[in-house]
């Protein structure tokens, strides 16, 4: 079930009432863990692209960490901190985006298609400032 929590960090997997339930325990907001989600903007992620069948199969540590390929969640400036994170899910949503300029994870997109999460996507799309002061105060 994609709702369980089983783990210290979120899983990857997880949909919107298993963000809500994980964060909810951390005592965050639906506003603060969005905010906190905005880190995506930043950095990047392993893909199983170009990854051997082998490790495919097995998943392990050591195939995650020499995976060949990592790429960021959002491709514009993924070393700069800022809400264009927020920005690229709503053109995501709305079927806006180039190939290659997105590689989210499932946990992304629950935030953009689940409606009571998506309004704060769109407020922090629209005011870095809050988002800004959101993710500190989280």
């Not at 946990?107 to 799309?125: E, H, N, P, S």
Request: glycine share 6%; aromatic share 10%.
């Amino acid at each position: 079930e994609r709702s369980v929590i089983d783990r210290t960090l979120p899983s990857a997997a997880l949909d919107s009432d298993g963000l809500r339930i994980f964060f909810h325990d951390l005592g965050l907001t639906e506003e603060e863990f969005v905010a906190l989600c905005g880190a995506h903007d930043l950095g990047r992620h392993v893909t199983l692209l170009g990854m051997s069948k082998e490790c495919l199969k097995t998943l392990t540590r050591e195939c995650l960490e020499s995976a060949p390929v990592s790429i960021p969640f959002v491709a514009k400036n993924p070393d700069t901190f800022s809400n264009s994170y927020f920005d690229a899910l709503l053109r995501w949503n709305d079927r806006n985006v180039e190939l290659g300029e997105v590689a989210f994870i499932p946990t992304d997109v629950a935030l953009v298609v689940d409606i009571g999460l998506r309004k704060y996507v769109q407020t922090f799309a629209k005011d870095e400032e809050r988002f800004f002061k959101t993710f500190k105060r989280a």
